[in-house]
T-cell receptor
């Protein structure tokens, strides 16, 4: 079985500062990894995904994430945040292969960008 | 662009009522999912469907049922709503997993349900 841990439930940061949102996963098999963003009162939007290949993945809105297999991590980063980045961010994992694409989600990290 | 729509953004129901939440996708996706989202718990899978009339239980199916009579529509049913089912409900859809397609899930805007 797979599991996802997002240790930080909230991350306050000032506008234009860099940010890192942490995600660690546990799995006995290879996995795909995803970051989704949820803006206030909206559904989830795919930010980026790691399937294979380069461990540095670039997504929308200037975000990127790095897959680290040895540390079983997939941390999300942005060098300079904007007020509009205020949202909840979810890390998710699913096993490689298999007939279904069920996702296991972390508990989410609320990014609060302050002016 | 993939579009997943949910019939209501906000819903208020009374304990014991039968509640229907509807989800429609326009991308001819085979797979559809229902999640509930609660603070501090993230998203938890209630049910999913991989074809018309096919369904599988997720992690928290108790108190819920689903219906998929047409490919584009997936309904979540609360047979007798209870206060502990007050939550945000999110629907998602994806194409079938193949060698070329990993089946990324696309989400609707959610339905916030309050059971009084």
């Amino acid at each position: 079985a797979q599991s996802v841990t997002q240790l930080d439930s909230q991350v306050p940061v000032f506008e234009e500062a860099p940010v890192e949102l942490r995600c660690n996963y546990s799995s006995s098999v290879s996995v795909y990894l995803f970051w989704y963003v949820q803006y206030p009162n909206q559904g989830l939007q795919l930010l980026l995904k790691y399937l294979s290949g380069s461990t540095l993945v670039k997504g929308i809105n200037g975000f990127e994430a790095e897959f680290n297999k040895s540390q079983t991590s997939f941390h999300l980063r942005k060098p300079s945040v904007h007020i509009s980045d205020t949202a909840e961010y979810f890390c998710a994992v699913r096993r490689l292969g298999g007939a279904t694409n069920k996702l296991i989600f972390g508990t989410g990290t609320l990014l609060a960008v302050q002016p | 662009d993939v579009k997943v729509t949910q019939s209501s953004r906000y819903l208020v129901k009374r304990t014991g009522e039968k509640v229907f939440l509807e989800c429609v996708q326009d991308m001819d996706h085979e797979n559809m999912f229902w999640y509930r989202q609660d603070p501090g718990l993230g998203l938890r899978l209630i049910y999913f469907s991989y074809d018309v009339k096919m369904k599988e239980k997720g992690d928290i199916p108790e108190g819920y049922s689903v219906s998929r009579e047409k490919k584009e529509r997936f309904s979540l049913i609360l047979e007798s709503a209870s206060t502990n089912q007050t939550s945000m409900y999110l629907c998602a859809s994806s194409s079938r997993v193949t060698g070329l397609n990993e089946g990324t899930q696309y989400f609707g805007p959610g339905t916030r349900l309050l059971v009084l």
